[in-house]
């Protein structure tokens, strides 16, 4: 529950009972219940609004696109996450050596070739 262990839950319900006392603490939780439907009621009616006043064009619009983290993720890694999403063929297993024939391996005391154009 939001990301809280037993132990945290336990203290807290400890706490509220020091805080309000038996009598008033199930007054205060129906108080806050109640406080709770009313702010979703209004983040609903807020998203609801926005989206109708905003006209047809963006009537797939979410308000959790505006948050940075979801911006970036939904546009910018979506390519990134398909291509690791996607199947990928296995290939045929050869029995091809595992170096190619073409790499010359240098002896013991030998210097590697010297490009001065690549650096």
Do not use: C
């Amino acid at each position: 529950m939001f990301g809280l262990g037993w132990w945290e839950v336990a203290a807290l319900i400890v706490l509220a009972l020091l805080v309000f006392g038996p009598d008033k603490l199930p007054q205060a939780a129906s108080q806050a219940g109640r406080t709770l439907r009313n702010l979703r009621r209004m983040a609903t009616n807020a998203r609801d609004d926005l989206r109708a006043g905003l006209g047809p064009e963006f009537s797939n619009f979410d308000p959790a696109d505006l948050n940075p983290r979801t911006f970036v993720r939904k546009h910018l890694l979506d390519d990134i996450e398909d291509d690791y999403n996607k199947p990928r063929e296995l290939e045929p297993a050869t029995t091809a050596p595992a170096t190619p024939d073409l790499v010359d391996e240098l002896g013991y005391g030998e210097i590697p070739p010297y490009d001065s154009e690549a650096t």
